[in-house]
């Protein structure tokens, strides 16, 4: 039996999504790689993340960013580099355009500051290909997919 959109992400998450709306983006397997989210879960409470990186494979990769220090040095980059200064600002414009019921730019981001999150970052430059900022953070993933498909 074929699993659903939802189910399949539920398996990669390890639970329930909240807030699923679609997924955004699939991996060379088909499988969901990004999900939409709605503005506000199934209880009314704001879910700030738009894009959502449910890739295990992808998940890892960034973890793995995140622990050698990557917020901090991606924050650094953005606000020493005015390409990704600007690259940031035009996203999190985006980011409200797209979803004007919060707002909050990429990953919720309410104001400038530490990116907080490179999987929220990743997610939207996958999912609104043209991000600069964060393809450069998905430049630094090793392999992007893996070799083989990691939902079963």
């Known amino acids: ?13 390890g639970r329930e999504p909240r807030a699923f ?14 999900t ?12 700030p993340t738009q894009f959502y990186v449910t890739c295990r494979h992808l998940v890892a990769a960034i973890s793995r960013l995140e622990a050698e220090g990557g917020v901090e040095r991606w924050t650094r980059a953005a606000s020493a580099d005015a390409r990704l200064a600007r690259s940031l600002r035009d996203a999190d414009a985006e980011q409200r355009g797209i979803r004007p019921e919060l707002d909050a730019g990429i990953g919720g981001a309410t104001r400038g ?4 999150c490179l999987h929220a970052h990743a997610a939207f430059a996958l999912a609104r290909p043209g991000y600069e900022l964060g393809d450069r953070i998905l430049a630094e993933v090793p392999a992007l997919w893996p070799d083989s498909c990691c939902t079963h």
């Open 1 to 13: 039996m074929e699993l659903d959109d939802r189910a399949l992400v539920a398996r990669q998450l």
């Open 21 to 34: 709306r679609r997924v955004a983006v699939r991996c060379p397997f088909g499988r969901p790689a990004v």
């Open 36 to 47: 939409e989210q709605a503005p506000f879960d199934e209880d009314g409470k704001p879910f």
């Open 113 to 116: 500051g530490s990116l907080k």
